[in-house]
């Protein structure tokens, strides 16, 4: 779509999160750079990244042929028959076999911290400075699927040049700067050919394709737009009603090969569960297929819906900014928001400060709870974040005031006391449209304030109230600060709605229709039929 059809792309803005984390890999990239380059200048070629492509390659042959220890910048020549182009930010000589190694430099984390313990198996890692690979039982890894992609990609153009170490190794310098982890490309080879010959013919147009829907169309410009026609790939699958809209990703690949190509095919399944369905139970996929026909955007499982309640509630969401850290700890108590933040650009100590403030704040609500004999519960909505970087937090300003240890903070939330009510939601209801707050909050009543709400476009309004790139602007902190207090009062919105504090029915019991109701398909359910308990 973007070859055959650039001139739909004019004037389209690049999704604001996708441009931000560009510009911070770029600035990473410059950082290890520097680093790594300014320790042995003598021992690098660095390619002028202002050349034509044409020259950089030039340049990066040359200093291959000249045996350079390292090369900063490198590309190789483009491959028009077989479509190859790209380049390494490192290739280091193999001085043991010959020929070079690709090291790709990324801005993602690709290993964690683990204590050293019997394992069967540890990630292979190397000084940044002097390459000795080796067993490393101090780090787990992270599966990054796309980086040995890249180093297998890398190793093929190598070795059309017969540039290619021997040693089909590859290697990955991550967020934190700390380690290069190595790749055995081995069995990655087969992989990635047989990959990247279906991409290229897709490319070259001897595949034909139609939309699928995968976890990256959100982001994508072509999810609402198209070529000729206009439409967009949501319009088309919409349109042919496509399994994968209920389904998507490797979910729609498995029902695919049973024969399922629309939801309605999925709907109207009466055989037994295929052998190869790995994603939950299939039923519930069936239901989610029934009820999107029905345009029901939940289902409840069970006959009531729960919540945890507690004599004192606190809701609780943060912001972060990439992998610099959170500035913003937002909290509801009692119908009162109170945020705790720092506007100095990330990263910066004064992080520190605003989240000692804020775990100060909320273990005082929690203990005069129990001194006065009440029950206590703190809410967020999806976990995952908040509970990253109460950790991360804790590790990175341990000492400061108010600051947690990691012990402290592994027992709050390994408590009851810590409720995620985004597990509360995937426990009781299959959610044909997405399980994430904005799409069940307005299903409870709730409305953001901001129509462009949104944790992609919260990244943007961050670079301009606290000025990365000029003068801050006080209107954009305003807007993060309401959009945080939206979220927390969707969170306790969308906890009242599942189960109220007053006697009597639930609302989401009135409202949302139960898994019996789409138990049997009355008649036939293609083009919408009606459903029925």
Known sequence: MNAAHPETLAGVREDAGVQQRRDAAVAHRERVRKALVGARPEQWVVIDPLLRAGERAESTLRACAAGALYIWGGLLPQEPDTGRRG??????????????????????????????????????????????????????????????????????????????????????????????????????????????????????????????????????????????????????????????????????????????????????????????????????????????????????????????????????????????????????????YRPFFTWDPLPTDDEGRSFGEFWTWLMRVRAEALAAGKTFAAYCYSRTAEDKWLYESARRFAGQPGVPTVEQVRAFVDSPQWVDMFQAVTEQFICPNGKGLKKIAPVAGFAWRDPEANGEASMSWYRLAVGYDGEPDLTQRTRLLEYNEDDVRATMVLREWMNPRVPGPHRADLEVPALADFAQVSGAVSGGGTISA
């Open 87 to 336: 380049g390494a930010e490192i290739l280091m000589r193999d001085l043991d076999r010959g020929g070079y190694i690709p090291v790709i430099v990324v801005n993602h984390k690709v290993t964690d911290p683990r204590q050293p313990e019997p394992a069967e198996f540890h990630p292979t890692t190397s000084d940044l400075y002097h390459w000795d690979p080796q067993p490393d039982p101090h780090r787990k890894l992270r599966q990054q699927p796309r980086d040995q992609q890249r180093l297998a990609h890398l190793y093929r153009m190598l070795q059309r040049h017969g540039l290619a170490s021997p040693a089909l190794v590859g290697g990955v310098i991550g967020f934190h700067f700390d380690r290069i982890l190595v790749h055995d490309l081995t069995q990655v080879l087969a992989d990635y050919d047989q990959r990247y010959a279906d991409r290229i013919a897709v490319v070259r147009g001897d595949l034909p394709t139609v939309p699928s829907k995968v976890p990256e169309c959100r982001q994508c410009p072509w999810w609402t737009r198209g070529g000729a026609d206009g439409r967009g790939c949501e319009g088309w699958l919409i349109d042919h009603r496509d399994v994968s809209l209920v389904a998507p990703g490797s979910r729609a690949d498995v029902l695919h090969g049973h024969g399922v190509q629309t939801i309605d095919d999925l709907a109207g399944w009466s055989a037994a569960e295929p052998e190869d369905w790995q994603h939950g139970p299939f039923d519930e996929a069936v239901v989610t297929a029934r009820a999107w026909i029905a345009g029901a955007p939940l289902v409840r499982r069970f006959e009531q819906v729960q919540v945890r309640r507690a004599d004192v509630e606190v809701d609780v969401d943060l912001e972060s900014f990439q992998e610099f850290g959170a500035y913003l700890w937002g909290t509801l108590l009692d119908g009162v």
